[in-house]
């Protein structure tokens, strides 16, 4: 028997791991507060320049009436400038555009206070030419996610899940409170890094500590459920941050309760699966009887460990595969680089949404609030699509995410809530999209070089997501631009997906002759005797199949 019959016999998905979800779910409330508090630490709220000497009809901040700011094109001007004729009424906007000189905001700058109390940008006046600043910070903590991923993955294979996680989530408590208490951007930056490293660390770890306990049949709800916590607190998130307008207590609200997972230590099981692998069966057969034991199937004594484990020998010789086997023959490369893509355009676009909820000009909580409960029917429908076709649901929902992003395009600027509905439908079908990309990719993909094929996908999809917080920067170029490219990036893949393969209902590649459909050994491969137990496949965000 392999794993998954191990799995068949004490049960796929009973009690025991039923409990082990409300582990895995519990840290993704504060995953999710963690990847989008910068939407709200992060804000940039109204602003006016200050000036060193205040004119006599504008003695002082008092009489900044920065609900006007938004009433004029000409007010964004002096949020980035003031008026040298320091005679004439600050909050005149035709002082702008008569001619007049400016200059840089000499004295700093006012912010409104209505919406934030206090906020990274307030503190540390990243507006007008500091802007950059706060999405460079952006970009760097989404690094952090890309670093995360690839260290803490082959930490993970070396050291064991639980290992991994239960380090990541002390990490994570300790750098995400030392974030609130930071003295300056770059050390708030560096600080936001390291947490950003560490949610890469527990999503990804998490998610396959979970799959290698699950069986084969209840691997895509067990999926689904861990995306239903992680969009809980997406919505939780709004409510947190409505309550706690300075930024500092808000990252502390969101960072502090880490230190209670400290009991983590004594409940998160680990993997029995990665402990037969790495030849640690003793241990690892101690768990499979507590956990026949919890579900109520007892397992008999005489029953050898030896005799459950062994690979089938109709595997026969093997051949060592690595990451070029990807894209060496044709009908691989041409699979791999669609899916890659794919994962690219589905991240990149995924948080080019979420993290500039600000642009749609509404309630920012109220939209974060949206945003958030949009994923759950986002993520439902796609239970009932992908047992139908992988395929037409790939494609259908990228269609609808991109063309409902490039229709905000065409909506005049006034028609705030229109522009929030088109952009709330294409979060709908990205969402959607995201979670299909994950059970499509690990079928696509031969057996042999699965786990690359889904390794390099991750990549592809934190590289998206690095780029995304730069998204906004693209306004000087057009105010359209950020969501031209978030429509047209979807609906490119939604046409490439046309040319991969159906695998609904089908039978799993397990070699790459399979899909090129001829024998690849006269090429001179070596080929040598390499008989191991299934490995588990890694997906972005944490999740695996086998």
Not at 69 to 91: D, E, F, I, K, R
């Amino acid at each position: 028997m392999n794993f998954n019959e191990i799995l068949s016999v004490i049960g796929g998905f009973g009690k025991y791991q039923k409990v082990l979800y409300v582990w895995i779910c519990l840290p993704q409330l504060f995953l999710a507060f963690h990847m989008f508090v910068s939407i709200f630490t992060g804000a940039v709220p109204p602003h006016l320049c200050r000036p060193t000497r205040p004119s006599a009809s504008a003695p002082a901040s008092s009489t900044f009436n920065l609900s006007l700011l938004s009433s004029s094109a000409g007010w964004t001007q002096l949020s980035c400038s003031a008026s040298l004729n320091h005679s004439a009424p600050l909050l005149n906007h035709s002082s702008i555009g008569d001619g007049l000189p400016a200059e840089r905001c000499p004295g700093g700058w006012e912010y409104s206070q209505e919406t934030f109390h206090n906020t990274i940008v307030t503190e540390w006046d990243l507006v007008c030419d500091n802007a950059k600043l706060n999405n460079l910070g952006s970009s760097i903590y989404m690094s952090g996610l890309l670093l995360g991923a690839v260290v803490y993955g082959y930490l993970a294979d070396k050291y064991g899940r639980r290992n991994v996680i239960l380090v990541n989530l002390a990490i994570q408590a300790i750098f995400g409170v030392g974030a609130a208490f930071a003295p300056s951007f770059q050390i708030y930056t560096a600080l936001r890094f390291v947490v950003g490293t560490t949610i890469s660390g527990v999503i990804m770890n998490a998610f396959v500590l979970g799959t290698e306990w699950t069986g084969p049949k209840d691997r895509m709800m067990a999926g689904i459920i861990t995306d239903y916590a992680f969009g809980c607190g997406y919505i939780m998130l709004a409510g947190v941050a409505y309550l706690i307008r300075d930024w500092r207590k808000l990252q502390l609200a969101i960072s502090a309760p880490g230190f209670l997972f400290v009991f983590y230590v004594w409940v998160l099981p680990k993997s029995a699966r990665w402990l037969m692998a790495n030849d640690r069966k003793e241990e690892a057969w101690e768990l499979i009887q507590k956990a026949a034991e919890m579900n109520g199937k007892p397992l008999t004594k005489d029953l050898e460990l030896c005799q459950m484990y062994k690979v089938d020998e109709k595997t026969g010789v093997k051949k060592k595969h690595s990451f070029i086997d990807l894209v060496r023959t044709p009908k691989m490369r041409r699979r791999s680089l669609i899916v890659f893509y794919l994962w690219f355009a589905n991240v990149f676009v995924y948080y080019g949404l979420s993290l500039h909820i600000s642009d749609f000009e509404m309630n920012i909580y109220l939209t974060q609030l949206i945003f958030g409960l949009v994923e759950m029917p986002a993520r439902t429908i796609t239970l009932f699509t992908l047992n139908r076709s992988r395929k037409i649901s790939q494609l259908a929902f990228l269609a609808v995410g991109g063309t409902a992003c490039l229709l905000t395009i065409f909506i005049p600027d006034d028609l705030y809530a229109v522009k929030t509905g088109l952009a709330m439908t294409g979060k709908f079908g990205i969402t959607a999209s995201l979670s299909i990309i994950y059970v499509y990719s690990a079928e696509v993909f031969p057996t042999v070089i699965r786990q690359n094929g889904i390794g390099i996908g991750s990549m592809c999809a934190r590289t998206g997501g690095v780029i995304a917080p730069m998204l906004h920067l693209m306004k000087s170029i057009s105010p359209r631009a950020p969501m031209f490219l978030c429509g047209l990036c979807p609906l490119l893949g939604s046409v490439l997906t046309l040319l991969l393969p159906e695998t609904a209902n089908m039978p799993l590649p397990d070699t790459i002759e399979d899909i090129e459909g001829h024998d690849l050994s006269e090429e001179g491969r070596d080929v040598k005797p390499d008989v191991h137990p299934q490995t588990p496949l890694k997906k972005e965000g944490g999740a695996q199949t086998d």
